[in-house]
């Protein structure tokens, strides 16, 4: 193959690296360990029964976060869903979630390949309490492995 599609090659494998979302289905075993461990969250995004959207507010502390994040080898966006409904529907509402808090820090330049969206559903996110108080709703942010 000539160099200069070679060249090609590699710029789009690398292009396409950088933007493909990682799949959540798998196993990450940091961001597991760091959502079962109950370390503290960087960020923490809560949201409205059945719903992705992103609240202002959060907006703003997801802007702040942002500029850290974009110096991390990983950055694991943990999402959770309450108890109520069907517990696969709960998993794929929760992985949204997740993608969506991705989407909004790669806006705020963080770089794609470090974002790291994972569902847990229920499986973390049960408090034992009332589910309508949204505590259970909500994306963890977390930098499982700091760059120094």
Known sequence: MPMVFRSLALAATIASAAVAVPDARAADPDCHRVARG??????????????TTIAAHHRKELERVA?????????????????????????????KRAQA???LLIDYGVPAGVLVPVSVGEAYGAFGGDYKDGQERRVEVHFPRRYE
């Open 38 to 51: 109950g370390q503290t969250a960087r960020a923490t995004v809560y949201f409205d029964t059945g719903k």
């Open 67 to 95: 500029y850290d994040a974009k110096y991390q080898i990983k950055v694991c966006l943990i999402g959770q869903a309450d108890r109520q409904g069907n517990p696969e529907y709960n998993k794929r509402l929760a992985l």
């Open 101 to 103: 808090v991705r989407a």
